[in-house]
């Protein structure tokens, strides 16, 4: 099911500035009984977007029950999209704005725990994201960067570590990148390029309680390929090891890595 | 009038890849008689496009027929939008995409020559643009980094400069910026961010018949404040004359300007 504007089988209009401009913001949610895991993290992203774009605030009792309605399944992903609706032609918005909800559920993975996953793997993808700071974290609809390099992805990859046009890696292609070296999880910023992910902003809070420190910093190829571990991050998957497709001797070992019970803990959480 | 895919007040679909990730690209066509100006530019751009995005090929014939339906005044600006259309969840685009094709008309400038009209009052735009050589120089539909750009603009502004995230002039917000000096004209390259924009493709082919020689290069603001003349370029304003918000001694003399008959002749091209 679809909602647009809480309407089941909405349309939008041609002259919403979402379609015309990509004047929207997003979010991903892992829905569990009709519930969104790390809902306060998802709603700090979004309604701090809304204050940036310069959006009007919208009710959050309104859009949990949209949610809810939308996930009929005991576990499913939801896609929550706000856009600045219709306006006139041209960049300027208008000053006062009808936003276009749209909310739309789509099938989870199944709920395994993580442990028993297979690792990513990983490659690197072609085409590089933007830089741009006044932007970088949010979860905006323009999103056209992120199509070019997931279009640039090989065969038999589950992802790829993307890099900006300054040649720096940022992320993963559709998640968030960690290294781990010893009892240190390294994760690139995103005040630069990229998304600040909910699982990610869980993770630099509670790393400390499993015996972790995060340090943010751009990772080189060769960090990469010597840090004890790899890592992706976002609400689908939660933290999902990651090998290099190419040449990684680093197996599979999730359920004797030191990330595990974290893991399991972001996985569980509400 | 507004079509989409050829059908009168059609509406878009929530899943939509225009919509929910800027997942298109568009033209905005100064159209006389039905015609669009320059049309041999746009359709180069959009196709060089297309193929870059990975779209497949439109209809030159359908999409000019849908422009003179939706062109029912006789001068009037036109939008081509073009998306990837409905997709699966996430950045992978299908395999073989059902383009979304949005037509809409709006109102043109009065067609008086552009000698009559008043310089263009120039601030300068507190919010960058990205840098990215994957997409700069296409009309695609992520715009949202213009629309932030577009909403910094302070009362009394008709445009304003633009710069990248590295701090370079790129552009005017919703046009090509030009400085002239003596007989030379000045433009920032489009290879890093920016819009390559279908009149300045006209001025670099058509500079040298009116004794100019065009430069690309990033101008700092010493030299955009001592440049002869400003311009910014578009498909609703063609070439007109453009003067710094704050402090600026050069009068619109426009009529007595050596590159007036080049502005005249873009105004009247075909």
């Known amino acids: 099911m679809i909602l647009v504007n809480g309407e089941p089988e909405g349309r939008v209009s041609p002259l919403d500035r979402g379609l015309l401009l990509g004047d929207g913001l997003f979010e991903t949610l892992r829905v569990r009984q009709g519930r969104p895991q790390l809902w306060a993290y998802h709603w700090a992203r979004l309604t701090r977007g809304l204050g940036h774009l310069g959006f ?108 900006d046009a300054l040649g720096r890696v940022v992320s993963a292609t559709q998640g968030n990148l960690w290294l781990r070296e010893g009892r240190t999880l390294l994760t690139p910023p995103v005040d630069q390029s990229g998304i600040a992910g909910t699982r990610r902003a869980w993770v630099l809070e509670h790393a400390e309680r499993f015996g972790f420190e995060v340090i943010e910093a751009y990772p080189d190829p060769a960090r990469i390929e010597r840090a004890d571990a790899l890592y992706v991050s976002n609400a689908r998957i939660g933290m999902t090891p990651a090998v290099l497709s190419e040449g990684d001797k680093r197996g599979p070992a999730w359920q004797d890595d030191p990330l595990y019970s974290m893991g399991i803990a972001l996985h569980e959480a509400d």
């Open 56 to 163: 009007p605030e919208i009710g959050e009792t309104e859009v949990l029950d949209e949610i809810a309605r939308v996930a009929t399944l005991p576990a499913c992903m939801v896609r929550l999209t706000v856009t600045r609706g219709e306006g006139p032609r041209g960049y300027a918005p208008p000053a006062a704005p009808a936003l276009t909800r749209i909310v739309s559920a789509g099938p989870a993975l199944d709920d395994a725990a993580p442990t028993e996953r297979e690792s990513l793997s990983l490659g690197w993808a072609a085409v590089p994201i933007g830089v741009n700071p006044a932007l970088a974290g949010l979860k905006h609809t323009s999103r056209l960067e992120h199509v070019m390099a997931r279009r640039s992805w090989q065969p038999g990859w589950d992802e790829a570590i993307l890099h």
